[in-house]
């Protein structure tokens, strides 16, 4: 409010009421406080690029260790090396895409990926 | 250390005796700090909380807010059955959380680096989900193998997969917190080595080390974010475990 173009601005333009001007005004500053709140809330909501690295990563490769491990046991105990490694290793990568489609469910769920039509034309990232 | 100048990135993990017990027990580093995290969260919450005043102060606020963010997140991925495990994530969030911090303190040994110890909190999180699953469902619970929709001559091949990616959780939900803190405090450390290193070069050594110095104020911050982050992730999950327990079918 103290800028000072503000009063010869409500001098000049007569036709125009004070109240009016200032209920434009309020609505121009809530407008733009509620795109900034946007903003500023997807990467809170979002965990972060890393974290989801992390955590895909992480589910993929952990369920081929576990795979991988029963199979070994179960070759130990079978004395059938090292066929059910083998298959068991198949399996648990299969568990590990599983795993993998299912976290991103998640995340997709918790943060709905933009719409084409919601994204913001980005120069940066088609170059 | 027999080189004090030498940088050995390794070195901060190093489990040593503090307080020897006798009968080959001894109170390690790393067992002193986790009985610190546990002082420092019991301390803070009780006595920040003693007055309970309707209007908080800033200290009791703190308590409200750690508090209301976890039972929001439980009653979220869990529903209001999984409110009966409130204490459990909560206990579970604060310990990593402060855990995490802890480590960030220089000088001071983080416990959530070594892999049994986060092992040994993921394994009470699938017991835990194991025990109450079956105490709840019966046998039913055992329909978390079995996707609903799924014909009879698929199932042999879905069922095993089903079973490792369960069996996977406490390990990828272990490597995770353990591997985040881990790679963290080694990246911090190499490049702060990076500093020292350049640092007795001379001038242009002092030039050089600018960039290190840069980069470790830079993953400290990082480090930060990471260590809230994965105690925020850890939280997560074991609540959607626990939602699995509580409606075993997908």
């Keep these: 409010m103290t800028d000072p173009q503000e009063p010869k601005r409500s001098q000049t333009g007569a036709t125009t009421s004070l109240t009016s001007d200032l209920e434009a005004r309020i609505a121009r500053a809530n407008r733009e406080r509620e795109v900034a709140e946007q903003a500023s809330l997807v990467p809170a909501k979002d965990m972060s690029g890393w974290n989801r690295g992390m955590r895909l990563g992480s589910e993929f490769v952990a369920a081929i260790l576990v795979g991988a491990g029963i199979g070994y046991l179960l070759d130990l105990w079978l004395h059938t090396s090292p066929w059910l490694m083998l298959v068991m290793l198949m399996v648990g990568f299969a568990a590990g895409v599983l795993n993998v489609v299912r976290s991103a469910n998640e995340m997709n769920k918790a943060v709905p990926p933009p719409t084409a039509a919601q994204r913001v034309p980005d120069d940066e990232e088609d170059e | 250390m027999a080189d004090p100048n030498k940088v050995d990135p390794i070195h901060q993990f190093l489990i040593t005796d503090v307080v020897p017990l006798g009968g080959g027990f001894s109170l390690t580093n790393s067992a002193l700090f986790m009985v610190l995290t546990v002082a420092v969260i019991g301390l803070y919450l009780i006595l920040s909380t003693q007055k309970r005043s309707l209007v908080p102060n800033r200290v009791q606020l703190v308590s409200e807010m750690l508090y209301e ?151 400290t911050a990082l480090e930060f974010l990471v260590a809230a982050l994965q105690a925020y992730v850890f939280a997560v999950l074991t609540s959607m475990y626990i939602n699995d327990a509580i409606h075993p079918s997908h």
């Design chain 2, 69 to 219: 963010f976890v039972a929001n997140m439980v009653s979220s991925s869990a529903g209001k059955a999984g409110m009966k495990f409130f204490p459990f994530v909560f206990s579970l969030f604060m310990f990593v959380l402060v855990a995490n911090m802890f480590g960030m303190v220089p000088f001071f040994f983080a416990a959530t680096s070594h892999i049994i110890i986060t092992f040994a909190l993921a394994l009470l999180v699938f017991i835990v989900v194991i025990v109450y699953g079956f105490y709840k469902n019966g046998l039913k619970f055992l329909k978390l193998f079995v996707p609903s929709g799924v014909p009879g001559y698929v199932l042999p091949i879905v069922v095993p997969i089903e079973f490792v990616s369960f069996l996977s959780r406490p390990i990828s939900l272990s490597v995770r917190l353990f591997a985040n803190i881990l790679a963290g405090h080694i990246t911090l450390k190499v490049f702060a080595g990076f500093v020292v290193t350049l640092g007795g070069l001379g001038f242009l050594g002092w030039l050089g080390a600018l960039l290190p110095l840069v980069m470790t104020i830079a993953l």
